[in-house]
Nanobody, 115 residues
Framework: QVQLVESGGGLVQPGGSLRLSCVTSGLIFSGNVIGWYRQAPWKERELVATITQLKSTNYADSVKGRFTISRDYAKNTVYLQMNSLKPEDTAVYYC?????????WGQGTQVTVSS
């Protein structure tokens, strides 16, 4: 049973930083891709960033240069470092694992950017 548990969300002022963590457990196969997605109120869920098993990364244009995705295999954890946060980054952030044709989601963590 694959499980993803996110943490690190919270309230931050514009221009501030947060680091989200996604701890994975269960049977993880090679060739997997882990991503961060977000969903703001009244909007569809959107891709933020992805990282492959070989640590190749991809970012949405809206976060390029501000967010960094990384993974630590020793800790079974994927991180999303978010800098220069803007009010429009406010959303619930979800961790996603894709492997062998299946998709797994975490429960989400709320990020609120407000003064």
């Amino acid at each position: 049973q694959v499980q993803l548990v996110e943490s690190g969300g919270g309230l931050v002022q514009p221009g501030g930083s947060l680091r989200l963590s996604c701890v994975t457990s269960g049977l993880i196969f090679s060739g997997n891709v882990i991503g961060w997605y977000r969903q703001a109120p009244w909007k569809e869920r959107e891709l933020v960033a992805t990282i492959t098993q070989l640590k190749s990364t991809n970012y949405a244009d809206s976060v390029k240069g501000r967010f960094t995705i990384s993974r630590d295999y020793a800790k079974n954890t994927v991180y999303l470092q978010m800098n220069s946060l803007k009010p429009e980054d406010t959303a619930v952030y979800y961790c996603n694992l894709q492997q062998v044709g299946r998709s797994y989601w975490g429960q989400g963590t709320q990020v609120t950017v407000s003064s």
